[in-house]
């Protein structure tokens, strides 16, 4: 039985872990769904280290077959789509009934999957890169100072896997090049040496990731990419290809329209789902390398917001430039907001924007800040709202500053003291609050770096805005 990209889009609609939906989940929220595997019998559960704030680190095992594949998730706690993923892949390999039960019997007679769906706990807790002890865990694999990266090595060692499945996720930033087209998985084959020889065990690695990106061309067409593959003598991929494992890096980019990375989760869920299939199989061994190489490398062009051909006046001079906006999570307990920075200043024909457009004949006006009275924040609706946008208001003062009223859904900047500053002109590194328009009409906001179009100002949700 060979499964097709309907059938993983099927099983993925099946079998996706509704327990998690928030990409910012934590340690005690994946317990029970790991509890629920060693309850089954399919998964054997086992605890192989507890990390520095004294937290389960879980591997779990399915299969009995010769090839021992071993993959793991969230070494960088705040990169969590694959484990998302992982837990997914537990439901499809324990479900029976559903037409696949001939596909999982093969798998599991020629292949033994390791999983290790939360390397990082303590850094998924704080929803950060690093662990508790402020060390880069995938800059650890040659020390392995730190017990959760000792852990790792030791499955490494121990069970001398013959595939390992390194799983990220990348900044949103990343583009195909040439387009504004997200790359929204990003695959490597990491290099061993500084040369970038390529070996049985690398090869084989990049053979198997052929096989990934043709799946994966049915399912995101054009939006695939490779990542650097510059020498890493510090990160695991690098070591893994090394100590004789055929090394895959998956990266979990960015969709448009998907914040919680949905669907890129999903993609993960077929791509790993593939690759299996292609291992145990041996298909993979018939692929070129030279179409791995064919795959392009990431570049590094998106904004969140591109405006193209503003007018500003500076000392009496006008010049017509491009302004590019990004937008920087800030974590408030299991949510977040986010700081709109202007990123940079000039001629960016060459780059691309979540959201871009040209606004030529439209010059920069500076926002305003409304300091007549205090609001309450009950008392802000959207008509209120649009009234103070429409006349340059980016922000107001409130009277009952909370984290609330950072995670407000209103565009609009919400004030509790006056150390809050606009800026009469653009510069690099302020906060993206200004307009865009004549002295007549102002067309545009920018507030906190989302772009509205004020003569169409709906009731949208802005959760997730720092005001």
């Given at each position: 039985?060979?499964?097709?990209?309907?059938?993983?889009?099927?099983?993925?609609?099946?079998?996706?872990?509704?327990?998690?939906?928030?990409?910012?989940?934590?340690?005690?929220?994946?317990?029970?769904?790991?509890?629920?595997?060693?309850?089954?019998?399919?998964?054997?559960?086992?605890?192989?280290?507890?990390?520095?704030?004294?937290?389960?680190?879980?591997?779990?095992?399915?299969?009995?077959?010769?090839?021992?594949?071993?993959?793991?998730?969230?070494?960088?706690?705040?990169?969590?789509?694959?484990?998302?993923?992982?837990?997914?892949?537990?439901?499809?390999?324990?479900?029976?009934?559903?037409?696949?039960?001939?596909?999982r019997e093969e798998l599991a007679s020629k292949l033994t999957l390791y999983c290790i769906p939360m390397l990082n706990p303590d850094g998924a807790e704080r929803f950060q890169r690093r662990t508790a002890m402020d060390v880069d865990m995938n800059r650890d694999a040659r020390a392995t100072a730190t017990v959760e990266a000792a852990l790792l090595k030791e499955q490494a060692m121990t069970l001398r896997p013959d595939f390992a499945f390194n799983l990220h996720n990348q900044n949103n930033y990343y583009n195909i090049p040439g387009t504004g087209t997200p790359v929204t998985i990003s695959l490597l084959a990491p290099a061993y040496d500084y040369e970038r020889s390529i070996n049985t065990v690398r090869g084989d690695a990049m053979r198997v990731i052929v096989g990934i990106n043709r799946l994966l061309q049915e399912l995101i067409p054009g939006a695939v990419a490779r990542y650097d593959d510059?020498?890493?003598?510090?990160?695991?991929?690098?070591?893994?290809?090394?100590?004789?494992?055929?090394?895959?890096?998956?990266?979990?980019?960015?969709?448009?329209?998907?914040?919680?990375?949905?669907?890129?989760?999903?993609?993960?869920?077929?791509?790993?789902?593939?690759?299996?299939?292609?291992?145990?199989?041996?298909?993979?061994?018939?692929?070129?390398?030279?179409?791995?190489?064919?795959?392009?490398?990431?570049?590094?062009?998106?904004?969140?917001?591109?405006?193209?051909?503003?007018?500003?006046?500076?000392?009496?001079?006008?010049?017509?430039?491009?302004?590019?906006?990004?937008?920087?999570?800030?974590?408030?307990?299991?949510?977040?907001?986010?700081?709109?920075?202007?990123?940079?200043?000039?001629?960016?024909?060459?780059?691309?924007?979540?959201?871009?457009?040209?606004?030529?004949?439209?010059?920069?006006?500076?926002?305003?800040?409304?300091?007549?009275?205090?609001?309450?924040?009950?008392?802000?609706?959207?008509?209120?709202?649009?009234?103070?946008?429409?006349?340059?208001?980016?922000?107001?003062?409130?009277?009952?500053?909370?984290?609330?009223?950072?995670?407000?859904?209103?565009?609009?900047?919400?004030?509790?003291?006056?150390?809050?500053?606009?800026?009469?002109?653009?510069?690099?590194?302020?906060?993206?609050?200004?307009?865009?328009?004549?002295?007549?009409?102002?067309?545009?906001?920018?507030?906190?770096?989302?772009?509205?179009?004020?003569?169409?100002?709906?009731?949208?949700?802005?959760?997730?805005?720092?005001?």
């Open positions: 039985m060979i499964l097709t990209k309907e059938d993983f889009i099927n099983a993925f609609s099946l079998y996706e872990e509704k327990a998690l939906t928030h990409r910012r989940f934590k340690h005690r929220d994946i317990l029970p769904l790991v509890k629920k595997r060693a309850a089954g019998r399919r998964w054997m559960v086992d605890e192989i280290g507890r990390s520095v704030e004294d937290r389960a680190i879980f591997r779990l095992k399915y299969g009995e077959g010769p090839i021992k594949v071993l993959l793991w998730s969230q070494m960088h706690g705040d990169e969590p789509t694959a484990t998302m993923a992982l837990f997914d892949l537990f439901n499809f390999f324990e479900a029976e009934g559903d037409g696949f039960d001939s596909w510059a020498h890493t003598p510090r990160g695991f991929g690098d070591n893994f290809q090394k100590w004789g494992a055929r090394t895959i890096l998956i990266e979990s980019g960015a969709y448009a329209g998907d914040p919680e990375k949905l669907t890129v989760r999903r993609c993960n869920f077929a791509a790993l789902l593939h690759a299996f299939q292609e291992i145990a199989a041996a298909t993979y061994t018939r692929y070129d390398i030279a179409d791995y190489a064919a795959i392009p490398f990431n570049d590094e062009k998106l904004h969140d917001v591109l405006i193209r051909n503003l007018e500003i006046v500076r000392n009496g001079k006008t010049m017509q430039v491009d302004v590019a906006i990004r937008q920087t999570e800030k974590t408030v307990g299991t949510d977040y907001y986010v700081d709109g920075i202007i990123e940079d200043i000039g001629d960016l024909q060459d780059f691309y924007g979540y959201t871009d457009v040209d606004v030529r004949g439209l010059q920069f006006i500076p926002a305003k800040v409304y300091t007549e009275r205090r609001f309450l924040l009950d008392e802000l609706n959207l008509p209120l709202v649009r009234s103070l946008l429409k006349t340059g208001y980016a922000a107001v003062m409130i009277s009952d500053q909370s984290q609330e009223t950072l995670l407000h859904p209103l565009p609009l900047r919400l004030l509790s003291s006056d150390t809050f500053k606009v800026s009469d002109n653009l510069h690099v590194g302020m906060n993206a609050d200004f307009f865009l328009g004549s002295r007549d009409n102002v067309q545009y906001g920018v507030i906190n770096g989302d772009l509205i179009d004020l003569k169409n100002i709906g009731d949208t949700n802005y959760k997730g805005r720092a005001m």
